[in-house]
């Protein structure tokens, strides 16, 4: 029986002996005010005892309140029921705790970027995406930055690591690439075929979306969230609504309906990533057959919702009435075609021995990179680690929902796939079932928004566990941290590369098929 | 060999779209107001986008418009529905439109010289400066077997030396500007450059910040603008074939 939250507080102050001030966070997470002095101390020893794993790290600017630049670590475990959330001023720096917990190391260069909060004794503090360009001492997410500030042209060389040696090349591939995908950099060393090193620079898609969500109404910042990374827009608004929902009833109805809905975008999503696997070994004919079955899903999006990628559904406090009874009996015929559809390109790929022979062994991701890195969703589960938001911490409807998680331990590309095909039949009766629950009232309800603290939503997004957190005050969201599933899958790969020959990058990059939008914001 | 046969036959397939059905279904649709608006001022409150404003008339700009419909309930007198096919044009100031508007014609101007060099076939460069990857799913829907944009001699290249046009994406960030403009350096000339969607057309939700611009135009001349968000593939195709002069021989 997991722990609640309560009880890991009361546990806490046990431990130190001092009362912890708390701040509200909702029913289910808690949020506890620490010295910084015991900031890292206490995250460390949590994920030691509890493993307790990061899933925000991030900072919001308190001072124009009196308060401070201050440090925010949402922590998550699957032995608790809800988010623990730890709160420390500080004065510009702070003890980095990447040194200790690898998966702090992009959170804090991140919030150097931002915030101008050093955290010292970093190994790596160059910059995440202020590079180049950008002037020291640009910290946009102050509050004495405003959105529209023109900053001037400056030049600040970024310093990309160098591996020497007899024979050893670099390739630099990007930002702009062969195919249509987004932008980012990826720098190669390499000996022979095989890649010693690989760095990976994003960034280039960073739009200033935290800012402008902290200034954005309720039913504006929702259209945003859709379009923080557009393929896991449903994924990102439920995340959003969940954190700002926290203090209000939704009807059952909306629940399932918005489980319905996550699930339809899992599905299109999947679909896209199986067939870029057989696109990037070359096997055009599934490929082509497998693209035509995401059309499929893509065209009953539109004939559902009038979106092809389900944008404009989600409302604040609802949703709009897509799953009338007379598109229900669409759905369910759809998906049973797509279904059985998929399963035979998926099995005639398996028994291909030259899709196999480039699929299998390929970029291995082991079980102990996986959980240091801190990686989630289909990626993680295909390297053996048994976690999923939707089971583990449910939101919506999902807690009254029945479903499997596979898992897998060989954590290479088949292994991704295979998740990743597994979670589409998954997904399919997952759809069917939400649908049929819905009963009772779809009216939106009035939406009471928390007049302070902070509200967490996490959702379990296609790639994986997408989080936003609210910061309010008087009854305004004063800071929108966003985090993208991406954002925790990205070093993954600089890893699962490594040994592998530089023809087989297009297919792990493929099989880990990240956002770069969603990670660049 | 048999089985695959079987399968053939027995399975409903999506069948390759002919072009008379890309021209009868344009997807992109915009809200318009009909004579019942009587310009209350509603749907600019309720619109996220700030894309619908009043003065003399109700004037929406498609260049804006997020296509969330939330203009439509916010309407007391019901006159506004998603009911204007919108086309991609050469103008951005086509895609102003008024209450009662016709839509604009599908008819994109390239200079004379540009149609001799292309003839009738088009090699493609999709560059994202700063899209939310929503615009990237459609550009890929262009190559499945459905829309096949390869069927019409119109080709996605790898490199921009190869490309007769751009096809951009995003608000054009700070981090992706240098990117975009060696990549239209490195495009011969005579070369195009379409915006597509609406960040690439106005900014967009996320444009005009400290990390992005408002907009394709401003740094590249644009040819085309094909308005959604994201535009529909058949939005796309037809904004192509039409740039080639290859929708009035049919």
Not at chain 1, 68 to 94: D, E, M
Not at chain 1, 267 to 293: K, M, Q, R, W
Request: proline letters at 7%; hydrophobic letters at 40%; one cysteine or more.
């Amino acid at each position: 029986m997991a722990m609640t939250t309560a009880e890991v507080v009361d546990r806490l102050e046990h431990e130190t002996g001092n009362a912890l001030t708390t701040v509200p966070a909702g029913e289910r997470d808690r949020a506890i005010e620490v010295p910084l002095s015991s900031f890292n101390g206490m995250i460390r020893s949590l994920c030691a005892e509890d493993e307790a794993v990061i899933s925000s790290l991030h900072a919001c600017d308190d001072r124009d309140s009196g308060g401070s630049l201050a440090l925010y670590c949402v922590l998550t475990s699957r032995k608790w029921n809800g988010a623990l959330i730890l709160t420390a001023p500080t004065g510009g720096q702070y003890p980095s705790l990447t040194p200790f917990i690898y998966s702090a190391n992009w959170y804090e260069r991140e919030i150097q970027d931002m915030f101008g909060i050093r955290a010292e004794g970093h190994p790596d503090p160059r910059p995440l995406v202020l590079y180049d360009t950008w002037p020291e001492g640009t910290y946009p997410l102050r509050k004495d930055f405003p959105a529209d500030t023109k900053v001037p042209l400056a030049s600040s060389p970024y310093p990309f690591k160098v591996v020497e040696g007899d024979g050893v090349f670099e390739v630099p591939v990007g930002p702009v690439h062969a195919g249509v995908i987004e932008p980012g950099h990826f720098r190669f060393s390499i000996a022979g075929e095989p890649i010693l090193n690989l760095e990976i620079r994003l960034g280039y898609l960073h739009r200033g979306v935290e800012k402008m969500l902290e200034a954005a109404s309720p039913s504006k910042a929702l259209l945003m969230c859709e379009r923080i990374s557009g393929d896991n827009g449903v994924a990102h608004s439920l995340a959003y609504l969940q954190a700002l929902e926290s203090d209000t009833e939704v009807p059952e109805a909306i629940e399932y309906g918005r489980c319905a809905l996550a699930e339809l975008e899992r599905i299109h999503n999947h679909l896209g990533d199986i067939a870029g696997l057989a696109l990037d070994t070359a096997f055009s004919v599934p490929a082509a057959e497998l693209y035509s079955v995401k059309e499929k899903m893509l065209r009953l999006n539109q004939r559902l919702t009038g979106h092809r990628l389900l944008w404009g559904v989600m409302k604040v406090g609802g949703m709009r009435d897509v799953f009338t009874p007379e598109a229900v009996d669409e759905v369910q015929r759809t998906l049973m075609e797509v279904g059985n559809e998929t399963d035979a390109l998926v099995q005639r790929m398996l028994n291909t021995p030259s899709y196999m022979d480039r699929a299998e062994t390929t970029g291995r991701v082991g079980l102990k990179v996986a959980k240091d890195l801190r990686l989630v969703g289909p990626v993680s589960r295909a390297s053996g680690v048994d976690a999923d938001i939707r089971r583990d911490l449910p939101y919506a409807g999902y807690g009254k929902l029945s479903f499997r998680v596979p898992v897998r331990t060989e954590g290479d590309v088949l292994a991704r796939m295979h998740v990743k095909a597994e979670e589409i039949k998954e997904s399919i009766s997952l759809i069917i079932e939400s649908i049929d629950k819905m009963s009772g009232s779809r009216a939106p309800v009035d939406v009471t928004i928390p007049s302070k603290g902070v509200r967490v939503g996490i959702v379990e997004s296609p790639r994986g566990e997408v989080l936003h957190a609210l910061h309010f005050r008087d009854g305004r969201v004063i800071r929108h941290k966003v985090r993208d599933a991406s954002f925790c899958n990205w070093p993954g790969i600089e890893q699962a590369v490594l040994g592998d020959i530089v023809p087989d990058f297009p297919l792990i990059n493929k099989s880990f098929n990240l956002s770069y939008s969603g990670n660049d914001l | 060999m048999l089985d695959i046969i079987k399968r053939r036959v027995r399975d409903r397939r999506i069948e390759t779209e002919p072009l008379a059905i890309l021209r009868q279904q344009g997807c992109t649709r915009a809200p318009m107001a009909d004579s019942r608006c009587d310009l209350c001022g509603d749907c600019v409150k309720a619109c996220p986008a700030s894309a619908i404003t009043i003065e003399d008339d109700w004037i929406i700009d498609t260049g804006r418009c997020l296509f969330c419909g939330d203009c439509v309930p916010a309407c007391p007198k019901a006159s506004i529905s998603l009911s204007a096919e919108l086309p991609a044009v050469s103008q951005r100031s086509s895609l102003v439109l008024r209450r009662n508007s016709t839509l604009p014609e599908l008819k994109i101007q390239l200079r004379d010289e540009v149609r001799q060099v292309l003839g009738r076939s088009l090699a493609i460069r999709e560059v994202d400066a700063g899209s939310c990857n929503g615009c990237e799913v459609e550009v890929n829907s262009l190559s499945n077997p459905i829309y096949d944009l390869e069927r019409f001699g119109i080709k996605i290249v790898a490199s921009p030396r190869h490309a007769d046009m751009l096809l951009v994406t995003g608000p054009v960030t700070r981090n992706m500007l240098p990117a975009l403009l060696k990549t239209y350096q490195a495009t011969p000339e005579p070369r195009l450059v379409a915006a597509m969607g609406t960040c690439a057309i106005s900014g967009g939700p996320f444009g005009g910040t400290y990390a992005a611009g408002s907009g394709v135009a401003e740094v590249l001349p644009v040819d085309i603008f094909i308005p959604g968000c994201p535009p529909h593939p058949r939005t796309v195709v037809l904004a192509l074939l039409e740039a080639l002069g290859r929708l009035q021989v049919t």
